[in-house]
C-alpha cells in the first residue's frame, strides 16, 4: 500500500484575491466543486493507497478536517507544524511518524494544489513505480516540458533512459529553478524532464537521505517529531526543536544531493496551477478563448478571464483582450494577463501598506 502525504502549508500567493492568507489556493474552489485539496485526496484514495497523512500549519487545521469530512476521507494523521519550514521538513516529519509503525512503508508525496486531470491514469503510474521505489531508490514525477519555466526544477534523464517510458527511468540530475538562460539550454537539449514535485519513496530511503545529505535538518525534526503531542486528533511536532529547523525545500536538501534517483515520466496531464494564466488555460476556454463563471459576462473579449467569487458582484468586461479580471467580495484584481505571475506582487504591496 502507498500512503499519500499530504503537503498542505503553502500561500499561494500568485492565485490573490482568491487564495488568502488565512484560506490559500489549495483549499479554496478554483477549478470544480471541490477544493484542489479535496481532489487531492480524492485522487489518491481507494485500491492501493492507505488513508492520507497530512502536513499542515496550526491555522489550516480544522479547514483540513472539515474539507476531509465533506469528502468523506478519514485521515490517518494530520501532523501541524510550529511554523512552515518548507517541505523538506514537512516531508521527513511524515516519514517519520510512519516509520516507527512501518520502515518500508512507501509515501507519495502529494503537493495539494495541483490539478490532475485524469485520477485513475495517475493512481496507476503510481502503482507503477512502486517497485523501483520499495527497492530504494527515490522517485519523482517527470512532465515533458513545453517552455524554459524557471518555475520549476529539472530532471536530467540518464543516458539510455526514456522520457516516453512507462516505468521508473534513471535519473543523472535534478537542478532545482534554474535561471532563465538554463531553462532555454535545458528545454533545448530534450534531455530533460520538469519534476512535478510529487515524490515516490520508502520512508527508510528518505530518512537515510536525510541522515547522509541533510543531518541539519535531520536533527532537529526527528527531536520534533519524538517529543510531538497528541491533541484532539492532531500530532504537534514539538515547537522547540522546530526553532532549530531550516528552511528547505526537499528538491534543494535531498534531491540535487541525492545519487539514487529515478523519475517515472508522466503525460497524462498536470498542471501546477501556478497562477491565473493556469487557471485560464486549465479551464476549458469558449470559442473565443473566454472564461466567464456565474455573475460574470463577456462582451466583444478574446481570451479573457472574468471571475466573480461573489454573488453580489456582477463583473462585465467589453472589448477586453488577454485580461484577467476576479473580484471577491472585498477585493478585485485586474491584470494583462501577460504579468500573471506578478500577482504576487500585489500581496508583498498591499501587505506593506499594512
Ligand atoms: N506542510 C507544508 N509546510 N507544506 C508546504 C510548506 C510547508 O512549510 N511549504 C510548501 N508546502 C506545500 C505547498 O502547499 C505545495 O502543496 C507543496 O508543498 C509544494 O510547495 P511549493 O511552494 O508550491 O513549491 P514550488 O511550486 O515552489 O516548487 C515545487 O513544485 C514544482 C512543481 O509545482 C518543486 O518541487 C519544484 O521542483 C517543482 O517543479
Ligand atoms: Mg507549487
Redesign the pocket.
Known sequence: HVHPLL????S?TRLWPLSRKSY?K?FAKIMGHDSLFQQAATRLSGEGFTPPVV???NDFRFIVVEQLAATEIASQAVLI?PE????AP?VLAAALVLAEQEPQALILVA????VISDAAAFRAAVQAAAPRAQSGDLITFGITPDRPET???YLELAEGADAAATTPQTLARFV??PDAARATEMLASGNFL????IFLFTAESLIAAFRAYAPDVFAPVEEAVRDAQFDLGFTRLAPKPWKNVPDI???YAIMERASNLAVMPYGAGWS?L?GWDAVWQESAPDAAGNVTSNNATAIDCTDTLLRSESERVELVGIGLDDIIAVATSDAVLVAHKSHAQRVKEAVAALKAKG
Do not use: F, M
Open positions: 503537503l498542505c502549508g503553502g499561494g490559500p489549495q502536513v499542515t500549519g507544524e512552515g519550514r518548507n517541505t514537512a503537493p495539494s494544489d495541483h518555475g520549476y526544477g532545482e529553478k520538469w519534476n512535478a514535485g525545500s526537499i528538491d501546477d501556478g
